[in-house]
Protein backbone atom coordinates (compact mmCIF):
# COMPACT_ATOMS: atom_id res chain seq x y z
CA UNK A 1 0.00 0.00 0.00
CA UNK A 2 1.84 3.31 -0.97
CA UNK A 3 2.27 6.32 1.37
CA UNK A 4 -0.65 8.52 1.92
CA UNK A 5 0.12 12.42 -0.16
CA UNK A 6 -0.84 15.92 0.89
CA UNK A 7 -1.06 18.19 -2.37
CA UNK A 8 -1.39 21.95 -1.73
CA UNK A 9 -3.13 23.57 -4.28
CA UNK A 10 -2.97 27.60 -4.75
CA UNK A 11 -5.81 30.20 -6.05
CA UNK A 12 -8.75 28.88 -8.23
CA UNK A 13 -10.43 31.86 -9.15
CA UNK A 14 -13.52 30.55 -10.73
CA UNK A 15 -11.27 28.69 -13.11
CA UNK A 16 -12.96 25.56 -13.12
CA UNK A 17 -11.53 23.79 -16.14
CA UNK A 18 -7.66 23.50 -15.12
CA UNK A 19 -8.61 22.36 -11.39
CA UNK A 20 -10.61 19.92 -13.18
CA UNK A 21 -7.80 18.77 -15.00
CA UNK A 22 -5.18 19.32 -12.88
CA UNK A 23 -7.40 16.93 -10.28
CA UNK A 24 -7.40 14.02 -12.79
CA UNK A 25 -3.71 14.13 -13.66
CA UNK A 26 -2.96 13.91 -9.49
CA UNK A 27 -5.26 11.25 -8.90
CA UNK A 28 -5.45 12.00 -5.14
CA UNK A 29 -6.60 8.70 -3.56
CA UNK A 30 -8.73 8.10 0.20
CA UNK A 31 -5.80 8.30 1.64
CA UNK A 32 -4.56 11.53 0.63
CA UNK A 33 -4.74 14.94 1.50
CA UNK A 34 -5.12 18.26 -0.23
CA UNK A 35 -5.05 21.44 1.11
CA UNK A 36 -6.95 24.31 -0.87
CA UNK A 37 -5.23 27.92 -0.63
CA UNK A 38 -8.62 29.86 -1.01
CA UNK A 39 -9.62 32.48 -3.41
CA UNK A 40 -11.92 30.07 -5.29
CA UNK A 41 -14.54 33.01 -6.36
CA UNK A 42 -14.15 35.93 -8.67
CA UNK A 43 -12.90 37.40 -11.61
CA UNK A 44 -12.91 33.74 -13.26
CA UNK A 45 -16.04 32.56 -15.29
CA UNK A 46 -17.18 29.89 -13.33
CA UNK A 47 -16.80 30.42 -9.18
CA UNK A 48 -20.33 28.12 -8.95
CA UNK A 49 -18.12 25.21 -10.83
CA UNK A 50 -14.88 25.51 -9.01
CA UNK A 51 -17.28 24.84 -5.60
CA UNK A 52 -19.14 22.22 -7.11
CA UNK A 53 -16.08 20.65 -7.96
CA UNK A 54 -14.60 20.69 -4.83
CA UNK A 55 -17.35 19.49 -2.69
CA UNK A 56 -17.48 16.82 -5.29
CA UNK A 57 -14.20 15.75 -4.34
CA UNK A 58 -15.16 15.78 -0.86
CA UNK A 59 -17.25 12.99 -1.84
CA UNK A 60 -14.71 11.08 -3.59
CA UNK A 61 -12.51 10.09 -0.72
CA UNK A 62 -9.34 12.25 -0.51
CA UNK A 63 -9.35 14.25 3.13
CA UNK A 64 -9.79 17.67 1.67
CA UNK A 65 -9.11 20.95 3.69
CA UNK A 66 -10.34 24.15 2.23
CA UNK A 67 -9.21 27.80 3.57
CA UNK A 68 -10.50 30.92 3.16
CA UNK A 69 -9.22 33.87 1.58
CA UNK A 70 -9.88 37.12 1.35
CA UNK A 71 -12.08 37.00 -1.72
CA UNK A 72 -13.97 34.79 0.24
CA UNK A 73 -14.14 36.95 3.04
CA UNK A 74 -15.22 40.12 0.95
CA UNK A 75 -18.25 37.59 -0.66
CA UNK A 76 -19.58 37.02 2.96
CA UNK A 77 -19.05 40.40 4.06
CA UNK A 78 -21.39 41.05 1.07
CA UNK A 79 -23.83 38.26 1.66
CA UNK A 80 -24.33 39.82 5.33
CA UNK A 81 -22.21 37.22 7.09
CA UNK A 82 -18.99 37.90 9.27
CA UNK A 83 -16.14 39.40 6.70
CA UNK A 84 -14.49 42.52 5.57
CA UNK A 85 -14.86 44.93 2.65
CA UNK A 86 -18.33 44.56 1.53
CA UNK A 87 -18.05 47.02 -0.97
CA UNK A 88 -14.80 46.00 -2.31
CA UNK A 89 -16.89 42.62 -3.00
CA UNK A 90 -18.40 43.80 -6.73
CA UNK A 91 -15.14 45.92 -7.85
CA UNK A 92 -12.56 43.32 -7.07
CA UNK A 93 -14.20 40.14 -9.32
CA UNK A 94 -17.60 39.60 -7.62
CA UNK A 95 -19.85 40.72 -10.70
CA UNK A 96 -18.46 37.53 -12.28
CA UNK A 97 -19.11 35.47 -9.07
CA UNK A 98 -22.48 36.48 -9.36
CA UNK A 99 -23.05 35.82 -12.97
CA UNK A 100 -22.01 32.21 -12.62
CA UNK A 101 -25.27 31.66 -10.51
CA UNK A 102 -27.00 33.91 -12.52
CA UNK A 103 -27.63 36.45 -9.83
CA UNK A 104 -25.55 39.51 -11.85
CA UNK A 105 -27.07 42.87 -10.06
CA UNK A 106 -28.59 41.26 -7.16
CA UNK A 107 -28.22 42.71 -3.89
CA UNK A 108 -26.38 40.76 -1.34
CA UNK A 109 -29.37 39.30 1.51
CA UNK A 110 -31.05 38.56 -2.30
CA UNK A 111 -27.76 36.08 -3.22
CA UNK A 112 -27.55 35.01 0.28
CA UNK A 113 -30.94 33.56 0.28
CA UNK A 114 -30.66 32.12 -3.41
CA UNK A 115 -27.17 30.15 -3.06
CA UNK A 116 -27.46 26.54 -3.37
CA UNK A 117 -27.12 25.65 0.69
CA UNK A 118 -24.28 23.66 0.39
CA UNK A 119 -21.82 26.69 -1.27
CA UNK A 120 -23.54 28.93 1.51
CA UNK A 121 -22.04 26.06 3.98
CA UNK A 122 -19.12 25.67 2.48
CA UNK A 123 -18.09 29.68 2.51
CA UNK A 124 -18.89 29.45 6.22
CA UNK A 125 -16.85 26.67 7.27
CA UNK A 126 -13.86 27.75 5.57
CA UNK A 127 -10.38 27.21 7.58
CA UNK A 128 -7.93 30.32 8.70
CA UNK A 129 -4.67 28.29 8.65
CA UNK A 130 -3.84 24.44 7.92
CA UNK A 131 -0.63 22.63 9.55
CA UNK A 132 0.68 19.80 8.21
CA UNK A 133 4.12 18.66 9.98
CA UNK A 134 6.72 21.35 9.00
CA UNK A 135 4.07 23.29 6.66
CA UNK A 136 1.98 25.53 7.61
CA UNK A 137 -0.89 26.52 4.85
CA UNK A 138 -2.59 29.66 5.42
CA UNK A 139 -3.93 32.48 2.38
CA UNK A 140 -2.09 35.33 3.00
CA UNK A 141 0.75 34.55 5.25
CA UNK A 142 1.90 35.43 9.12
CA UNK A 143 2.42 38.76 10.75
CA UNK A 144 6.15 38.40 11.27
CA UNK A 145 5.91 40.45 14.29
CA UNK A 146 3.09 38.54 16.08
CA UNK A 147 3.51 35.24 18.08
CA UNK A 148 1.91 32.54 17.01
CA UNK A 149 -1.00 32.73 18.98
CA UNK A 150 -1.25 36.74 18.27
CA UNK A 151 -2.00 36.20 14.90
CA UNK A 152 -5.41 37.79 13.70
CA UNK A 153 -7.46 36.58 10.80
CA UNK A 154 -6.73 39.85 8.69
CA UNK A 155 -3.27 39.20 8.48
CA UNK A 156 -3.59 35.81 7.69
CA UNK A 157 -6.46 36.30 4.95
CA UNK A 158 -4.60 39.89 3.33
CA UNK A 159 -1.35 40.52 4.56
CA UNK A 160 1.17 41.00 1.60
CA UNK A 161 4.62 42.76 1.35
CA UNK A 162 5.45 42.81 5.42
CA UNK A 163 5.12 38.83 5.64
CA UNK A 164 6.45 38.29 1.98
CA UNK A 165 9.84 40.41 2.14
CA UNK A 166 10.77 39.34 6.20
CA UNK A 167 12.45 35.84 7.50
CA UNK A 168 10.15 35.10 10.23
CA UNK A 169 10.64 33.36 12.99
CA UNK A 170 8.23 30.52 13.16
CA UNK A 171 9.11 27.11 13.33
CA UNK A 172 7.21 26.33 9.96
CA UNK A 173 7.55 26.85 5.93
CA UNK A 174 4.92 28.54 5.12
CA UNK A 175 3.36 27.75 2.49
CA UNK A 176 0.56 31.03 0.72
CA UNK A 177 -1.64 32.07 -2.21
CA UNK A 178 -3.11 35.85 -2.38
CA UNK A 179 -0.24 37.32 -3.96
CA UNK A 180 0.26 36.39 -7.49
CA UNK A 181 4.06 35.89 -9.08
CA UNK A 182 4.74 34.52 -12.70
CA UNK A 183 6.61 31.43 -11.21
CA UNK A 184 6.73 29.76 -7.44
CA UNK A 185 7.62 32.04 -4.97
CA UNK A 186 10.53 30.08 -3.45
CA UNK A 187 12.06 31.30 -0.03
CA UNK A 188 13.06 28.17 1.79
CA UNK A 189 13.37 27.31 4.91
CA UNK A 190 10.45 30.14 5.14
CA UNK A 191 7.67 30.45 2.94
CA UNK A 192 6.64 28.81 -0.58
CA UNK A 193 4.42 31.47 -2.92
CA UNK A 194 1.73 28.61 -5.02
CA UNK A 195 -0.48 31.70 -6.37
CA UNK A 196 1.01 31.86 -10.14
CA UNK A 197 -2.08 34.43 -11.59
CA UNK A 198 -4.16 31.24 -13.02
CA UNK A 199 -7.05 33.84 -13.27
CA UNK A 200 -4.68 36.31 -15.16
CA UNK A 201 -4.21 33.13 -17.96
CA UNK A 202 -0.69 31.90 -16.32
CA UNK A 203 -0.84 28.94 -13.98
CA UNK A 204 -2.51 26.72 -11.31
CA UNK A 205 0.58 25.58 -9.39
CA UNK A 206 0.03 22.30 -6.72
CA UNK A 207 2.72 21.24 -4.67
CA UNK A 208 3.08 17.93 -3.57
CA UNK A 209 4.79 17.36 0.42
CA UNK A 210 6.44 13.65 0.11
CA UNK A 211 8.23 13.72 -2.67
CA UNK A 212 8.50 17.14 -3.24
CA UNK A 213 6.70 17.71 -6.51
CA UNK A 214 5.28 20.64 -8.30
CA UNK A 215 2.67 20.22 -10.70
CA UNK A 216 1.33 23.12 -12.59
CA UNK A 217 -1.18 23.48 -15.59
CA UNK A 218 -1.61 26.95 -17.74
CA UNK A 219 -4.93 28.75 -18.18
CA UNK A 220 -6.62 27.37 -21.28
CA UNK A 221 -4.48 24.23 -21.72
CA UNK A 222 -5.11 20.76 -21.15
CA UNK A 223 -1.40 19.04 -20.12
CA UNK A 224 -0.19 19.13 -16.85
CA UNK A 225 3.62 19.85 -16.38
CA UNK A 226 5.27 18.05 -13.41
CA UNK A 227 8.72 18.68 -11.91
CA UNK A 228 10.97 18.15 -8.54
CA UNK A 229 12.02 20.87 -5.95
CA UNK A 230 13.39 18.36 -3.61
CA UNK A 231 16.78 20.21 -4.93
CA UNK A 232 15.87 23.31 -3.75
CA UNK A 233 14.44 21.75 -0.17
CA UNK A 234 17.73 19.77 -0.29
CA UNK A 235 19.71 23.07 -0.16
CA UNK A 236 17.95 24.56 2.60
CA UNK A 237 20.26 25.95 5.00
CA UNK A 238 20.07 24.66 8.67
CA UNK A 239 16.41 25.48 9.88
CA UNK A 240 16.53 27.41 12.88
CA UNK A 241 15.55 26.33 16.15
CA UNK A 242 11.84 26.03 17.04
CA UNK A 243 11.13 29.39 18.95
CA UNK A 244 8.79 29.77 21.64
CA UNK A 245 5.92 31.36 19.31
CA UNK A 246 2.87 29.22 20.46
CA UNK A 247 1.79 26.36 19.04
CA UNK A 248 -0.03 25.48 16.05
CA UNK A 249 -4.01 24.06 15.96
CA UNK A 250 -6.89 23.95 13.35
CA UNK A 251 -9.44 25.81 13.91
CA UNK A 252 -11.52 28.63 11.86
CA UNK A 253 -11.68 31.07 14.14
CA UNK A 254 -9.51 34.25 14.80
CA UNK A 255 -7.10 34.24 17.79
CA UNK A 256 -4.42 31.50 19.00
CA UNK A 257 -3.15 29.11 16.82
Not at 59 to 82: I, Q, S, W
Not at 152 to 164: H, K, N, P, Q, Y
Not at 166 to 194: N, Q
Not at 245 to 253: D, E, Q, S, W, Y
Request: proline share 6%; hydrophobic share 35%; net charge negative.
Amino acid sequence: MSASRTFVIGDIHGCVDEVERLLEYIAPTPGDTVVFLGDYVDRGPSAKGVIDRLLRLQGEGPRCVFLKGNHEDMFLAFLGYEGRYPDAFLINGGEATLRSYGLEGCAGPAVARTLPPEHLQFLRSLQLYHPEGEFLCVHGGLSPVRPLDEQISEDLLWIREEFIASRHPFPFTILFGHTPSREVFIDLPYKIGLDTGLVYWNKLSCLELREKELYQIRRGERAVQQRSLQRQFADMRERRPAADNGTAGNRNNEGAF
